[in-house]
């Protein structure tokens, strides 16, 4: 009887395995559309990982912070962009006095890389 339910059930469950190939975030269900080995997704990572407790760092979140800029608020400031992003990074806003954080170099690119992906496209020219 055991066995009968198993081979029943098995073809079910095969449909339920996470691949390698599937990039799941500890903040986001959805797949993410860069490859493991590009700047985005690192910048992606670094972001979940030292970024997400006080800012949304994905597309339809909130900040868990209300004082945090959500990313694609910061992606999507009048004049912003990659030279001007980088800059406000690696020279800071508001840290290291008021949240303690400083973002490494070598990840000031990555993270620049994501945010930029976050910026709204132009209804009319589609960039």
Same mark, same amino acid.
């Given at each position: 009887?055991?066995? *009968?339910?198993?081979?029943?059930?098995?073809?079910?469950?095969? %449909?339920?395995?996470?691949?390698? !190939?599937?990039?799941?975030?500890?903040?986001?269900?959805?797949?993410?559309?860069?490859?493991?080995?590009?700047?985005? #997704? !690192?910048?992606?990572?670094?972001?979940?990982?030292?970024?997400?407790?006080? &800012? *949304?760092? !994905?597309?339809?979140?909130?900040?868990?912070?209300? *004082?945090?800029?959500?990313?694609? *608020?910061?992606?999507?400031?009048? %004049?912003?962009?990659?030279?001007?992003?980088?800059? #406000?990074?690696?020279? %800071? &806003?508001?840290?290291?006095?008021?949240?303690?954080?400083?973002?490494?170099?070598?990840?000031?690119? !990555?993270?620049?890389?994501?945010?930029?992906?976050?910026?709204?496209?132009?209804?009319?020219?589609?960039?």
């Amino acid at each position: 009887m055991r066995l *009968a339910a198993l081979l029943l059930l098995a073809p079910a469950l095969a %449909g339920c395995q996470i691949t390698p !190939e599937q990039p799941l975030g500890p903040h986001s269900s959805e797949l993410t559309p860069f490859d493991r080995n590009s700047p985005e #997704w !690192e910048g992606l990572k670094f972001a979940r990982n030292r970024c997400a407790d006080c &800012h *949304a760092v !994905e597309r339809d979140q909130a900040s868990p912070n209300p *004082a945090a800029p959500t990313f694609v *608020a910061i992606a999507n400031r009048p %004049g912003m962009d990659r030279s001007g992003l980088s800059d #406000w990074l690696a020279n %800071g &806003h508001d840290y290291p006095d008021q949240m303690y954080f400083e973002i490494p170099a070598e990840h000031i690119d !990555e993270l620049v890389a994501y945010v930029v992906t976050l910026k709204a496209q132009d209804p009319a020219t589609g960039n």
